[in-house]
């Protein structure tokens, strides 16, 4: 398997424009995380999802940010309109069922100027 | 949610032991102990779990203290790709939604 695969790795957009990073989970899993990791605020844990169902989003930052699965395998993170205080690198995680090991993707670097 | 204490940063000379330490000491009955590991531009790599007992893997061992309130990470023998982050986390009762602190970061020197 090519482990949690995520797009683009690197993304750079001007304020107000929509943004979509995009994760594809390990096959078979079905556990979903996003993270953000900034140099302040380090990782956070954006939102959590099980068996395709958002179980967690209190660390969504705001109205701005949604995330949903589509299906089993992908999960999408949109952020609409963007801000320069986005700018961070962006992770996803799968888990699989009873497994205690999250696998993270590479992550996005996303920079709104 | 159980709060961690871990030392900002440590440095280690190559090929030698080193032991990270973890205080969790609100951490409860059911919460299992992770140590994830961050090395430099990449995403979180999962390192070892345990509840109770001491556990061995192919990359380290953990150590839990009898009362649970601390454990510590133990490398065997670092190299110098074993300098990164090191994440202690207490899994939220079985949530296993995982929340990093600021962990230790760990320089291996050559």
């Known amino acids: 398997d090519a482990g949690v695969i995520q797009s683009p790795r690197h993304e750079v957009t001007e304020m107000g424009q929509e943004v979509t990073l995009r994760c594809k989970l390990i096959?078979?899993?079905?556990?979903l995380f996003w993270y953000r990791q900034t140099m302040m605020r380090g990782l956070e844990l954006l939102i959590y999802?099980?068996?395709?169902?958002?179980?967690?989003d209190s660390g969504m930052p705001e109205d701005r940010f949604s995330a949903k699965m589509p299906n089993a395998s992908f999960s999408t993170l949109k952020i609409q309109p963007s801000e320069p205080r986005d700018s961070a690198v962006y992770f996803c995680?799968?888990?699989?069922?009873?497994?205690?090991?999250?696998?993270f993707g590479q992550g996005t670097r996303l920079t709104v100027v | 949610d159980a709060k961690t204490t871990q030392p900002n940063s440590m440095e280690s000379n190559e090929e030698e032991p080193v032991h990270l330490p973890c205080n969790h000491s609100?951490?409860?009955?059911?919460?299992?102990i992770h140590w994830y590991r961050q090395l430099p531009s990449q995403g979180p790599e999962y390192v070892i779990h345990?509840?109770?007992s001491n556990v061995n893997n192919r990359m380290a061992s953990l150590a839990i203290a009898e009362d649970r309130k601390s454990s510590t990470l133990i490398l065997h023998r670092a190299t110098l790709r074993d300098a990164a982050v090191y994440y202690c986390?207490?899994?939220?009762?079985?949530?296993?939604?995982?929340?990093f602190g600021t962990g230790t970061r760990l320089k291996v020197l050559a």
């Open positions: 999802f099980n068996n395709n169902v958002p179980i967690d």
């Open positions: 986390i207490p899994n939220l009762g079985g949530t296993y939604k995982y929340i």
């Open positions: 609100t951490i409860s009955g059911t919460d299992y």
């Open positions: 096959s078979g899993h079905n556990s």
């Open positions: 995680a799968s888990r699989g069922e009873g497994g205690a090991e999250a696998f």
């Open positions: 345990g509840l109770t």
